[in-house]
């Protein structure tokens, strides 16, 4: 087989991907990976963000995003994936991958149960592998009159973490439970726009210590029924992170939503 560049087969991944969902149905904007839908059944929507810049700056990077839904009008299910790669004189210096499932078992308009597994790498981050398995307890406020939800969830999970070796380091595990906690902020502005703000606090509570926070931030304007554009913020802080790696990464993004 005839070798290609990381890039080009993300290209041509993306490219694929369009055309497989170009005669699917639409859906309303996401609330920032954990919304719930209005469309019953299943449904999703796929994203991509690229950057290319030659000559004095030489860089390249993609990222991939896709969603899966499941709702019966109350319970919802969703699969979230999302792979990032990206170059830079030649030399790779993003490569990172998460793919998240959720169950949310909805109670009452406000109360649910929520039950979770992730998976992902960062070789920058020396994450060679984090897998997590959790739930919690999630309480929701709606104000209709002035377009604004808040939702807000404590829980608990089980990480297990392979970290890899540096010259002067071994590779470790680093299992432990952690506390989750979170809240979601959606304000729709108008019919075609929007912004989700969703902040996580995870604490170390047995086996590891110190904490992580996370803040995803994203603003969405809606071009027509099935295309959106949106801009999006990624801080994300380790307490304590293996030797050599920065304790806080930040990413914004800017790039196009299709939903079928």
């Not at 307490?239 to 993004?253: Q, W």
Request: charged share 25%; with cysteine; net charge negative.
């Amino acid at each position: 087989m005839k070798w290609q560049h990381p890039i080009s087969r993300c290209l041509q991944a993306a490219f694929l991907f369009g055309l497989g969902i170009g005669n699917a149905q639409a859906i309303v904007n996401i609330e920032n990976l954990r919304a719930q839908p209005t469309r019953l059944g299943w449904s999703g929507n796929t994203d991509v963000s690229l950057e290319w810049r030659s000559g004095n700056s030489d860089r390249q990077n993609v990222r991939l995003g896709a969603r899966l839904d499941w709702f019966d009008g109350e319970d919802n299910f969703f699969t979230v994936l999302s792979y990032d790669y990206g170059e830079s004189l030649g030399e790779t210096n993003t490569d990172n991958m998460v793919v998240h499932s959720r169950y949310i078992d909805a109670h009452t308009r406000v109360f649910a149960t929520e039950y979770f597994a992730q998976v992902e790498q960062n070789e920058f981050r020396r994450l060679e592998s984090r897998s997590l398995l959790g739930g919690g307890l999630r309480y929701s406020i709606e104000n209709d009159e002035k377009d604004i939800k808040n939702a807000f969830a404590a829980g608990l999970f089980y990480s297990m973490e392979r970290i890899n070796p540096t010259a002067s380091d071994v590779q470790r595990d680093e299992d432990g439970i952690y506390g989750n906690f979170y809240w979601v902020f959606n304000y729709k502005i108008n019919e075609r726009s929007s912004l989700v703000n969703t902040l996580y606090y995870q604490p170390a509570l047995s086996g590891v210590s110190g904490f992580r926070a996370l803040d995803l931030f994203a603003f969405n304007v809606q071009i027509d029924g099935r295309l959106s554009l949106r801009v999006s913020a990624t801080v994300e802080h380790d307490s304590e992170p293996p030797e050599g790696v920065e304790d806080t990464d930040i990413a914004v993004l800017t790039g196009l939503s299709y939903e079928f």
